[in-house]
């Protein structure tokens, strides 16, 4: 039988190895690069799982609408996180954004093409954030436009993991019902931008301390975007059916029209 000195010794023996094979992997990583290079990539988010937590897979497109936006709203600008890797230097460090126009739909009254000759690491840095500004055309009504763009070598920085290299931007003008609005239709009638907007207003994250009790979302806060799996029971869901009292007093004590066109019926609930 091993006395404590002898159990000691094993452990100790054990404990060197691990860190030994730790060290080993760590260097082969640091080696896939050479590290005298500065390499760069587009550092865009994580996507997150049903619980909002992040997952391992990064998100293969930033998209927006205007549908939710005011009219007067003429623009937006997309923010697409870049970072390198290597040392920072005293100088502004251009990198090079180019466009792929296969996988791009926008024309150049859709968005400013002037940012990506734009495109600079400042001095004393290793992070730029790409600023991409679309406009709302009439064509977005229509359909959505895409814009793809590519990082590539120049003399400052080569490419880093090729599934970072790409930002894929989708923006529209086109007005949709979220998923859960069919079903509750009966309470909430027909779709219209001003209901949306105010429902996201009034039932917002965290007004309603209750969360699902039914379906795949079971333990969710409920909120505007997180509705009752069960529309069709109002005693499961007081709290849920108040919020939607507030928003039909509000458009009886409001008179609102789709678009302010007051030629179209007045905005209500059933």
């Known amino acids: 039988m091993l006395n404590d000195k002898s159990m000691k010794k094993i452990i100790l023996y054990m ?3 691990l860190i030994g094979m730790v060290q080993v992997a760590c260097d082969q990583d640091i080696d896939g690069f050479d590290n005298s290079t500065n390499y760069i990539y587009f550092d865009l988010p994580f996507q997150l799982d049903q619980y909002g937590r992040k997952t391992t897979e990064r998100v293969d497109s930033l998209v927006y609408s205007f549908a939710m936006d005011d009219p007067s709203v003429t623009s937006y600008t997309f923010k697409i996180p870049v970072n390198s890797v290597g040392l920072k230097t005293e100088t502004d460090r251009h990198y090079k954004v180019v466009v792929n126009e ?3 739909t926008a024309t150049g009254t859709d968005w400013d093409m002037s940012v990506i000759e734009k495109a600079v690491i400042q001095s004393g840095t290793l992070r730029d954030t790409l600023e991409v500004k ?3 055309t009439p064509i977005l009504k229509k359909e959505s436009r895409t814009i793809t763009l590519y990082i590539e070598n120049n003399e400052n920085f080569q490419v880093g993991a090729s599934e970072l290299l790409a930002a894929k931007l989708v923006f529209s003008d086109i007005l949709q019902a979220p998923s859960w609005w069919p079903s509750w239709e009966r309470y909430f009638g ?3 931008r001003e209901k949306y907007a105010k429902w996201q207003e009034i039932y917002f994250y965290g007004a309603d301390p209750n969360v699902e009790k039914w379906g795949p979302n079971t333990g969710k806060l409920l909120y505007w975007d997180q509705m009752p799996y069960y529309a069709g029971y109002p005693s499961w869901y007081p709290s849920t059916f108040m919020f939607i009292g507030k928003l039909k007093q509000y458009f009886i004590d409001h008179e609102v ?3 302010g066109d007051t030629s179209k019926p007045r905005i209500t609930l059933p």
């Open 15 to 17: 404990t060197l190895c």
């Open 102 to 104: 296969k996988k791009t």
């Open 134 to 136: 679309v406009n709302r």
């Open 190 to 192: 027909v779709f219209v």
């Open 257 to 259: 029209y789709p678009d």
